[in-house]
T-cell receptor, first 115, second 109 residues
Framework: DTEVTQTPKHLVMGMTNKKSLKCEQH?????MYWYKQKAKKPPELMFV???????INESVPSRFSPECPNSSLLNLHLHALQPEDSALYLC??????????????FGDGTRLSIL | DAKTTQPNSMESNEEEPVHLPCNHS???????IHWYRQLPSQGPEYVIH???SNVNNRMASLAIAEDRKSSTLILHRATLRDAAVYYC??????????FGPGTSLSVIP
């Protein structure tokens, strides 16, 4: 069982819809991450939060809007997405961004389909 | 760009050891070597990490070359549940985790 919980597991939305992806962890981790993974490709980093503040944005289009309301929760707000945004969206957490010897714990992702 | 190179795919017979290689010739002194695997329809799963010395845990062993320019993940006895994509990653403080293409491992019954 994964310690990072992502909801929903599947989401189908139209290009004009607004939806949100949710990620939750209760391991006391202070770093949280969003990744995007296309089929048969490796995960690509989108955003990094450290102590609830955005520390890295990998030039992600503004139709993706991350939010970290508290240390256990990470949201990804979606608006006016394009068909090419269909992918698996993965959330991960680690104790702190600063330490390179700490692993990341991943959720099983939300599979997003844009109609 | 990913700082590691791995074979695209490998095959192993069930119950035999598997050695998954990774080259990282540009590794710096503070880079940790991390391994993750991703089973079908799941998120990546941490396997093991190391800096200079060989490491063992309940899942696998990590053998690191003396010059640290390569490493090998060792699964001592492959099972069908080990069929996955295995990613070798270098990690420095504050650095972004960049996944390369990884090695797709098939386990033959």
């Amino acid at each position: 069982d994964t310690e990072v919980t992502q909801t929903p597991k599947h989401l189908v939305m139209g290009m004009t819809n607004k939806k949100s992806l949710k990620c939750e962890q209760h391991m006391g981790h202070r770093a949280m991450y969003w990744y995007k993974q296309k089929a048969k490709k490796p995960p690509e980093l989108m955003f990094v939060y450290s102590y609830e503040k955005l520390s890295i944005n990998e030039s992600v289009p503004s139709r993706f809007s991350p939010e970290c309301p508290n240390s256990s929760l990470l949201n990804l707000h979606l608006h006016a997405l394009q068909p090419e945004d269909s992918a698996l969206y993965l959330c991960a957490s680690s104790q702190e961004v600063v330490y390179s010897n700490q692993p990341q714990h991943f959720g099983d992702g939300t599979r997003l389909s844009i109609l | 760009d990913a700082k590691t190179t791995q074979p695209n795919s490998m095959e192993s017979n069930e119950e035999e050891p598997v050695h998954l290689p990774c080259n990282h010739s540009t590794i710096s002194g503070t880079d940790y070597i991390h391994w993750y695997r991703q089973l079908p329809s799941q998120g990546p799963e941490y396997v093991i990490h190391g800096l200079t010395s060989n490491v063992n845990n309940r899942m696998a062993s990590l053998a690191i070359a003396e010059d640290r320019k390569s490493s090998t993940l060792i699964l001592h006895r492959a099972t069908l549940r080990d069929a996955a994509v295995y990613y070798c990653i270098l990690k420095t403080s504050y650095d972004k985790v960049i996944f390369g293409p990884g090695t797709s491992l098939s386990v033959i019954p």
